[in-house]
């Protein structure tokens, strides 16, 4: 009895060491309010566990979700890269991502959220580069705008070709918007909302096909906290003028306190809508209007939720001998499932 016992030990042991081992080893770089919802996404999906979090602030200082995980320093990262499958790059577009993404690229299987769209050719051609040189797999630009949105854009056009694509965004809180206020002299914290012009709204809606310019579309309204003694209207001015992020829209800037931010923006919701307006039949005869909305409560939570399942899909490419660096159009769907084929064409199609 006494020898049955252990062999059914051992058996469900080797079970627990074979799941382990199978598992996709994530590290994070970053640990803010992106970092902390890969934690928690990592957390849903079995076939992964969290190995370590890298960050520029003191690692003692940094308190994180996962029981028995460490923290390092971003200058240990290196020294970590055999006990790490997929790293996810956690950092903001404006500062860290265009420095962070190919240096870390020639050393791991990388993931990040870089959405600067405008940027986004740049940024590729630079982790390609590297990451083809490391022989390993990068995918940038992954969450739902860049992302989900993204593909959306290309279904919707590839099915309609004779139409019109449009994008909103929000209400919500942008989180690269955000971060770039943030990083303007003299500012110590603030948020960015974006909202759709709802007019241009209800005409896409209608199937009209108007011809809007960046500015009709969405207007960014901006509530910052300013440093002591800090020049407000050097503020203002250079946030309006940011290439990239405000320079084309009707923007808002509002100077509040620490305490009103915390009380009254709190919460980081977002969402938004695609949209394509488009014709079918011999002569054009039928309209078709193609949407895809997203209702989000927390950005960040959602964003990574989208990451960490392209982390399977960068873990799987390199499994099979891909490099170099991918976005969200070169991955198929198949590969972000932790279903197998056979599961998804029986429960899916």
């Given at each position: 009895?006494?020898?049955?016992?252990?062999?059914?030990?051992?058996?469900?042991?080797?079970?627990?060491?074979?799941?382990?081992?199978?598992?996709?080893?994530?590290?994070?770089?970053?640990?803010?309010?992106?970092?902390?919802?890969?934690?928690?996404?990592?957390?849903?999906?079995?076939?992964?566990?969290?190995?370590?979090?890298?960050?520029?602030?003191?690692?003692?200082?940094?308190?994180?979700?996962?029981?028995?995980?460490?923290?390092?320093?971003?200058?240990?990262?290196?020294?970590?890269?055999?006990?790490?499958?997929?790293?996810?790059?956690?950092?903001?577009?404006?500062?860290?991502?265009?420095?962070?993404?190919?240096?870390?690229?020639?050393?791991?299987?990388?993931?990040?959220?870089?959405?600067?769209?405008?940027?986004?050719?740049?940024?590729?051609?630079?982790?390609?580069?590297?990451?083809?040189?490391?022989?390993?797999?990068?995918?940038?630009?992954?969450?739902?705008?860049?992302?989900?949105?993204?593909?959306?854009?290309?279904?919707?056009?590839?099915?309609?070709?004779?139409?019109?694509?449009?994008?909103?965004?929000?209400?919500?809180v942008s989180q690269g918007h955000s971060d770039a206020i943030r990083r303007v002299e003299g500012v110590l914290d603030g948020k960015q909302y974006t909202i759709p012009v709802e007019a241009a709204l209800?005409?896409?809606?209608?199937?009209?096909?108007?011809?809007?310019?960046?500015?009709?579309?969405?207007?960014?309204?901006?509530?910052?906290?300013?440093?002591?003694?800090?020049?407000?209207?050097?503020?203002?001015?250079?946030?309006?003028?940011?290439?990239?992020?405000?320079?084309?829209?009707?923007?808002?800037?509002?100077?509040?306190?620490?305490?009103?931010?915390?009380?009254?923006?709190?919460?980081?919701?977002?969402?938004?809508?695609?949209?394509?307006?488009?014709?079918?039949?011999?002569?054009?005869?039928?309209?078709?209007?193609?949407?895809?909305?997203?209702?989000?409560?927390?950005?960040?939570?959602?964003?990574?939720?989208?990451?960490?399942?392209?982390?399977?899909?960068?873990?799987?490419?390199?499994?099979?001998?891909?490099?170099?660096?991918?976005?969200?159009?070169?991955?198929?769907?198949?590969?972000?499932?932790?279903?197998?084929?056979?599961?998804?064409?029986?429960?899916?199609?």
């Amino acid at each position: 009895m006494e020898k049955a016992g252990v062999i059914c030990y051992n058996v469900v042991a080797n079970l627990v060491w074979e799941a382990l081992f199978l598992s996709i080893r994530i590290g994070i770089l970053g640990y803010g309010n992106l970092g902390r919802g890969v934690e928690c996404a990592i957390k849903q999906n079995n076939d992964m566990v969290l190995t370590a979090v890298f960050t520029r602030r003191p690692p003692e200082t940094v308190s994180i979700l996962s029981e028995g995980v460490k923290v390092y320093k971003v200058e240990e990262l290196i020294s970590h890269k055999d006990e790490i499958d997929v790293l996810i790059l956690c950092g903001g577009s404006a500062k860290d991502l265009p420095v962070q993404t190919p240096e870390y690229a020639a050393h791991f299987n990388v993931v990040d959220s870089f959405d600067t769209h405008a940027k986004i050719p740049e940024h590729f051609a630079a982790v390609d580069g590297a990451a083809k040189k490391g022989g390993k797999v990068a995918i940038i630009s992954c969450g739902w705008d860049p992302g989900l949105f993204s593909i959306n854009r290309l279904y919707a056009g590839a099915v309609l070709p004779e139409g019109k694509d449009y994008t909103f965004w929000g209400k919500g809180v942008s989180q690269g918007h955000s971060d770039a206020i943030r990083r303007v002299e003299g500012v110590l914290d603030g948020k960015q909302y974006t909202i759709p012009v709802e007019a241009a709204l209800e005409s896409v809606r209608n199937a009209e096909n108007p011809d809007l310019t960046t500015r009709q579309k969405h207007i960014r309204e901006c509530f910052v906290v300013a440093a002591e003694g800090a020049d407000k209207a050097k503020i203002e001015e250079t946030i309006k003028n940011m290439p990239h992020y405000f320079d084309e829209y009707d923007t808002t800037v509002h100077f509040i306190t620490m305490e009103e931010l915390k009380r009254d923006h709190s919460g980081i919701p977002h969402g938004g809508f695609v949209i394509r307006a488009g014709k079918t039949g011999w002569n054009g005869e039928n309209t078709h209007v193609i949407e895809y909305s997203l209702k989000l409560d927390s950005n960040p939570e959602f964003t990574s939720s989208v990451i960490v399942a392209y982390a399977r899909a960068a873990y799987r490419l390199a499994s099979e001998g891909q490099k170099g660096c991918k976005t969200v159009f070169d991955i198929a769907p198949a590969y972000l499932s932790p279903m197998s084929g056979e599961e998804l064409r029986a429960k899916l199609l």
